[in-house]
């Protein structure tokens, strides 16, 4: 019998696009994406329901780079990716460059209950709809916010993916992130995202959501080295570091969340910011967004 | 100053579909692949030429699951992966999901020179073309043999993907994987191979190459996990063997082949068959079919 944790983020990047002047919008977000996951707990859901309820709200919020308000490829078109895992059984389920299902992490769930773990293209797409998850016109997720910042060349890297860890009563762990890439990536461009083991992580140990400059992530295999390091007896907060380490030697940057089955967490970043937030079972929800 | 090592595999999986009637067809290809990375050494190319050079030929060769001759899809059409990694500075390159390349092996290199890691879908394939890479039509990948597989439920289970690590003369790693996919999967679908961390791996210390229920082989983050041991200073040997039984853990099968830097090698497989070959510097190939 563990007390639940919930960790989650909101992208690791710089100071700009708005972020200071909209501090209370970001806070507001982040504390509803805690209060849902805590919701989920207290009924009765496991980690991978709360994962999901703190995913999803995040990824309603248009300023974050997930789902609505997704980062605009160079076509001016939004590719979307998310990941799930859970310890329970190992099980995964990922999707990658989806266009048209309103919010990605389920789409991860509904192949994580598949025989698949990773399903990409339209066929992600029409997966979840077969499982009966809203879809919306490619229109739906394109804001003018991010096609203004699409046109703006050399502007702060601001990856404001989304994630989400969680232990919960039972002991189990979830992880989940979900993103719609990097601005003006090119299409069919995947990051670390819905790679299980460079951008999700989940096993018995621990469970771990990153966001950075994902190809470094997937380069440094940088979740799944958490989960061996922890394995060797690491504690959760320098394998993450170690890890970051890894990332940083390879001249990128970014942040994550982990948490492992004792309820410690780690939320280290080597940007200027990462938006993220910590609930534990018996106290206040916290978030910090520009500090 | 290391003796270079170069090994390949050809999928682990049963002893079914004609393996055991064209085992001198099969030991012709591995001799094949093993000598065209024999030469690229000798040529004075690196490993990642070498692991292309010996993947070039498998991808050629139509009994395995790689380029023409990979098994199909649910609707009868060939989706292709790829992935290739190398040591000197952590770059990586995979596709997934593509219908026109020729060589697959050749569009995850084009990646790896690009800034990204993984491109998916027709983007893949245009990326590939705009890089010189000749280009089918999807007809040409369907062979009768594997239309005919497809027509017959449940018969083995014969992943056939291909795969090549190499340890060089200046001591730098690569590994590359080339596959099909499943036989019967759904389109979209994408297995291990082009999960950098899951099917394919190197790092400065070790290049692992993975075949077998791909699904497990992600849930398992295999590859990145005998990174990560073989950091610890546990051997190739050991931690190939700890990782496969993290897939057995999982109810699956496969195998995998991976050499260190010293050119130590681990070929293990937990299935009936996995057809593999071995050459070291100033020795003869080697190769080994349905034993």
């Not at 002047?21 to 991978?48: M, Y």
């Not at 090119?186 to 819905?194: A, I, K, L, S, T």
């Not at 997937?218 to 922890?230: F, P």
């Not at 007896?233 to 890890?243: I, N, P």
Request: glycine share 14%; charged share 20%; proline share 3%.
């Amino acid at each position: 019998m563990s007390h639940p944790v919930v960790a989650i983020h909101a992208g690791a990047g710089d100071r700009g696009a708005g972020l200071l002047e909209q501090q209370d919008r970001h806070r507001e977000a982040l504390l509803r994406a805690l209060e849902e996951a805590r919701t989920a707990l207290e009924r009765g859901h496991g980690a991978v329901e709360a994962v999901q309820a703190a995913i999803v709200v995040m990824e309603s919020f248009e300023l974050f780079n997930a789902g609505r308000g997704s980062a605009l490829c160079s076509d001016g078109s939004v590719e979307m990716s998310a990941a799930l895992m859970r310890s329970s059984d190992g099980g995964a389920g990922a999707v990658a460059a989806v266009r048209h299902t309103e919010h990605p992490i389920h789409a991860a769930a509904a192949v994580m209950r598949s025989p698949q773990v990773l399903i990409v293209g339209e066929a992600a797409d029409a997966l979840a709809e077969r499982a009966g998850l809203p879809q919306r016109p490619a229109s739906y997720f394109v804001t003018e916010r991010q096609r203004a910042r699409l046109q703006v060349a050399g502007t702060a890297r601001d990856h404001a993916t989304v994630g989400a860890v969680c232990v919960d009563a039972d002991g189990l762990l979830a992880a989940g992130t979900s993103t719609g890439g990097l601005r003006g990536q090119p299409p069919g461009r995947v990051g670390d995202c819905p790679i299980i083991g460079a951008g999700t992580w989940a096993d018995d140990r621990v469970a771990v959501s990153c966001t950075g400059d994902g190809e470094a992530f997937v380069r440094a295999g940088v979740a799944r080295y958490i989960g061996a390091l922890v394995e060797q007896g690491v504690s959760v907060y320098e394998a993450a570091e170690r890890a970051l380490g890894e990332v940083k030697r390879l001249g990128a940057g970014g942040g994550l969340i982990a948490v492992d089955r004792s309820g410690d967490t780690a939320l280290p970043f080597v940007t200027a910011v990462m938006p993220r937030g910590l609930w534990r079972a018996g106290g206040d929800a916290e978030v910090w967004v520009a500090d």
